[in-house]
């Protein structure tokens, strides 16, 4: 079964509202998750970093009172997009790591439309 | 100089044939190296990770990597239509924790 899960997988919103993703780590107890924003036919671009019970680092050109990130426990972590807008539309993938070198998951994704 | 580079194809090969995508990277302390396959819309999927010198195989899939001319080639024998989807590299560096870098991928297209 799956791993790692991400609510919801799509979601559509009108131009300046907020948004929360949660990602949740089913299996395991996930130390660290990444989220990650994906464009059509790019790569996946991190956007943060995050660890349990701490505040998230993130990543340069990234605003982080925009995409505002919670990692309470070891088992869920969300991004909230806030005032979304229209070139906020992308792919939101979180990956989940813990417990070794190899033991990382991505997420299946949510897909975010901004109208 | 992207840290992890891959060319973006499209890489076509007939079925049955050895597809063979690479990547370089430019950190030399990178340590950990790692294939992801993407198909559309879906997110990435951990095919094969490598961690030293030489080659890794695991069914059709084969890894190589070259740390003194820093890069890694996944070569997926016997290709079908189904392996048709991009191929993400990815690296961790010493000291990097968890944290990956990813190149921009290369799509490959396997024709029946």
């Known amino acids: 079964g799956a791993v790692v899960s991400q609510h919801p997988s799509w979601v559509i919103c009108k131009s300046g509202t907020s948004v929360k993703i949660e990602c949740r780590s089913l299996d395991f107890q996930a130390t660290t998750m990444f989220w990650y924003r994906q464009f059509p036919k790019q790569s996946l671009m991190l956007m943060a970093t995050?660890?349990?019970?701490?505040?998230?680092?993130?990543e340069q050109g990234v605003e982080k009172d925009k995409f505002l990130i919670n990692h309470a426990s070891l088992t869920l972590s969300t991004l909230t997009v806030t005032s979304a807008h229209p070139e906020d539309s992308s792919f939101y993938i979180c990956?989940?790591?813990?417990?070794?070198?190899?033991?990382?998951?991505f997420g299946p994704g949510t897909r975010l439309t901004v109208l | 100089q992207k840290e992890v580079e891959q060319n973006s194809g499209p890489l076509s090969v007939p079925e049955g044939a050895i597809a063979s995508l690479n990547c370089t990277y430019s950190d030399r302390v990178s340590q950990s190296f790692f294939w992801y396959r993407q198909y559309s819309g879906k997110s990435p999927e951990l095919i094969m990770s490598i961690y030293s010198n030489g080659d890794k195989e695991d069914g059709r899939f084969t890894a190589q990597l070259n740390k003194a001319s820093q890069y890694v080639s996944l070569l997926i024998r016997d290709s079908q239509p189904s392996d048709s989807a991009t191929y993400l590299c990815a690296v961790r560096v010493t000291g990097g924790g968890n944290k990956l870098t990813f190149g921009t991928g290369t799509q490959l297209k396997v024709e029946l």
């Open positions: 995050s660890n349990e019970g701490s505040k998230a680092t993130y």
């Open positions: 990956r989940v790591a813990g417990g070794g070198t190899d033991t990382q998951y």
